[in-house]
Nanobody, 125 residues
Framework: QVQLAEAGGGLVQTGDSLTLSCVAT????????LGWFRQAPGKDREYVGA????????YYADSVKGRFTIARDNAKTTMYLQMNNLKPEDTAVYYC??????????????????WGQGTQVTVSS
């Protein structure tokens, strides 16, 4: 069974960039879609974007479109989230998740059966 582990979080300043990684182990990602979510204190888990592993198509929430980019490295079974022009409101724990999802299911956390442990991103003003 696939397991996920995020890395790359940290403390940055407004306007900085940061790249998160999500490493998958224990199985192939062929046929899977992967999502990035974030959760700020006291708030619901929020969809950031997603990736179809097979064809590399990416999808983004409006709140991050143009600032965040999702990519993958097939050889490393790793998905990345490159975040540019970070803002204090981007502060959250960032999670990656995966499953065999249809496109309409991608924005909804409840549809993903497998999650990483999360990595904290803090953007100071």
């Amino acid at each position: 069974q696939v397991q996920l582990a995020e890395a790359g979080g940290g403390l940055v300043q407004t306007g900085d960039s940061l790249t998160l990684s999500c490493v998958a182990t224990g199985g192939t990602l062929s046929g899977y879609r992967l999502g990035w979510f974030r959760q700020a204190p006291g708030k619901d888990r929020e969809y950031v974007g997603a990736l179809s592993w097979n064809d590399r198509r990416t999808y983004y929430a409006d709140s991050v479109k143009g600032r965040f980019t999702i990519a993958r490295d097939n050889a490393k079974t790793t998905m990345y989230l490159q975040m540019n022009n970070l803002k204090p409101e981007d502060t959250a724990v960032y999670y990656c998740a995966t499953g065999r999802l249809i496109l309409s299911s991608l924005p909804y956390a409840r549809n993903y059966p497998t999650w990483g442990q999360g990595t904290q991103v803090t953007v100071s003003s």
